[in-house]
């Protein structure tokens, strides 16, 4: 058997390896001598050194198909083409009050943004059926912040997740729903400050303090109520 030139023919380390193997059946048939059969084992070597990097699947089957998917191929990691919009977006949706404040201590900046979104689509539509990648943008996070937040938020007990698989086929959107009560009363309440009412009796201003220009005596305020004054000079008389 001609080593040499199958060792040259070789393409695969399968195919290194089947050399090899005649090589030493060879050898223990008697049919080569022990210098020979060193020698060739050192060309084996070498061949499988020389083979390996290029020993890839396209190379061991090049006439197999690859198998069709129904799924869309897998997004690569992408940024944000404004860090500091999205920075500047997160931080403002983070510090609207997307919820009660006792609440709200038990999550971090970016994850109160996602929150934020998440609560004005309940507010909107009675649930959020927006893709991760929709609400992660929305809040200026990326994909797996936004997904580590409902999931926390769900294992508090403040929301629940209903996944929509179908086999076969890409999934459809989770629809992620809030059943805290407390959370619940908070979005109704809505974002917006009510406005004093003046008529109300509640809302009293306060007396109106007047500096004195006395030697160091207070002035009373119209009121009769005495004010807080500073120590003024008297006035040329």
Same mark, same amino acid.
């Given at each position: 058997?001609?080593?040499? %030139? &199958? ?6 380390? %399968?195919? $290194? ?15 080569? &001598?022990?210098?020979? !059969?060193?020698?060739v084992a ?8 020389? $083979?390996?990097? %290029? ?5 061991? @089957? /090049? ?15 992408? @940024? ?20 009660? /404040? ?10 109160? &943004? ?19 990648? !929709?609400? &992660? %943008? ?13 999931r926390l ?5 403040? !929301? ?17 729903? $809030? $059943? ?26 306060? /007396? ?9 005596? /207070? ?19």
């Open positions: 058997m001609d080593f040499a %030139a &199958a060792l040259e023919g070789a393409r695969t380390l %399968a195919h $290194i390896d089947d050399i090899a193997r005649d090589l030493w059946r060879v050898h223990g048939d008697g049919l080569i &001598a022990d210098a020979d !059969a060193e020698r050192a060309q084996v070597e070498e061949a499988r050194r020389r $083979i390996r990097p %290029a020993d890839t699947v396209a190379v061991r @089957a /090049p006439r197999v198909p690859r198998a069709a998917s129904n799924f869309p191929p897998r997004r690569r990691h992408c @940024a944000s083409p404004d860090r500091l919009a999205s920075r500047t977006r997160r931080r403002r949706l983070a510090s609207s009050g997307p919820m009660p /404040p006792a609440l709200a201590s038990g999550f971090t900046e970016g994850q109160r &943004a996602v929150l934020r979104v998440v609560a004005d689509e309940v507010r909107a539509k009675g649930s959020c059926t927006l893709p991760l990648a !929709a609400i &992660a %943008a929305r809040a200026g996070v990326c994909v797996t912040l936004a997904r580590d937040a409902i938020a769900a294992g508090d007990g403040l !929301a629940v997740i209903i996944e929509r698989r179908r086999r076969g086929r890409p999934n459809l959107t989770n629809i992620v729903r $809030i $059943i805290s009560r407390e959370w619940l009363a908070w979005i109704a309440r809505g974002t917006g400050y009510k406005k004093p009412d003046p008529t109300d009796n509640r809302c009293k201003t306060l /007396p109106k303090i007047v500096a004195s220009t006395d030697k160091g005596q /207070p002035k009373k305020s119209p009121n009769g109520q005495g004010g807080v004054c500073s120590q003024g000079r008297s006035g040329p008389s």
